[in-house]
């Protein structure tokens, strides 16, 4: 099976920008989450899609938003950047079964100029 | 908040076995305890997971001890590829619970 896989791999972004990073999940995977890793602050969960909807959100501004294709893609968007959104943005999608784990992308490295 | 406490970093000699610990001391019943690891700037990689039993698998072993409030992974005959922080996680058995990083342990391994 092919991997979680995420486009672009690196980004530079002006202040103001926005940016839009897509996430193609393990085939049959229907859950996919997005992460936020800085230095700082480490692995924040940004949010989760299921079928379509989100199901958890994690505490960040609502200039992250983000979406669910039916064929299970998704894509996170994040308006008006800041210098302080440069981070390594990860993907991970999960299975169907309950104990199911994480499988994560190689994560689009995003810088803030 | 995360619901792990780990050290911040460790050293190990090559060859010798690795063992990290974690402490959960607030798992509920419900909860299983993952392990995953992230090698420099690239996703974190599954390694293993338990819920009360000891666990093993190819890359590693899970302790887990009786009362569940805290868990030890052993890799077993470390290598310099198993340089990496290594994140210990706490999630109920619903797979809608999120997954909360906390900081995680930075592995070296000395040649």
Same mark, same amino acid.
């Not at chain 1, 490295?109 to 803030?112: D, F, K, Q, S």
């Not at chain 2, 995360?2 to 911040?8: S, Y």
């Not at chain 2, 293993?48 to 698998?57: A, V, Y």
């Given at each position: ?31 996919? +989450?997005?992460?936020?890793?800085t ?39 994040? +308006? ?25 992308g190689?994560?689009t490295?995003?810088?803030?100029l | 908040d ?7 970093s *460790?050293?190990?000699a ?8 974690c402490? &959960? ?8 305890? #993952?392990?995953?690891?992230?090698? &420099?700037?690239?996703?974190?990689? #599954?390694i293993? &997971? ?8 190819e *890359? ?26 290594? #994140? ?24």
């Open positions: 099976k092919a991997g979680v896989t995420q486009t672009p791999r690196y980004l530079i972004k002006t202040r103001g920008q926005q940016v839009t990073l897509s996430c193609s999940p393990i085939s049959g995977h229907r859950s996919v +989450s997005w992460y936020q890793q230095p700082g602050q480490g692995l924040q969960f940004l949010f989760e899609y299921f079928s379509e909807t989100q199901r958890n959100k994690g505490n960040f501004p609502g200039r992250f938003s983000g979406r669910q294709f039916s064929n299970s893609r998704s894509e996170m968007n994040v +308006s008006t950047l800041e210098l302080g959104d440069s981070a390594l943005y990860l993907c991970a999608s999960v299975g169907q079964a309950s104990t199911d784990t994480q499988y994560f190689p994560g490295r995003l810088t803030v | 995360a619901k792990t406490t780990q050290p911040t *460790m050293d190990c090559e060859g010798r076995a690795a063992n990290l610990p402490n &959960h001391s607030t798992i509920s019943g419900n909860e299983y305890v #993952y392990w995953y690891r992230q090698i &420099h700037s690239q996703g974190p990689q #599954y293993i &997971h338990g819920l009360k039993n000891n666990e093993t698998n *890359m590693a072993s899970l302790i887990i001890t009786e009362d569940r409030k805290s868990s030890t992974l052993i890799l077993p005959h470390a290598t310099l590829r198993d340089t990496a922080v290594y #994140y210990c996680i706490v999630r109920l058995v619903n797979r809608d619970d999120k997954i909360i990083f906390g900081k995680g342990t930075r592995l070296h391994i000395l040649p």
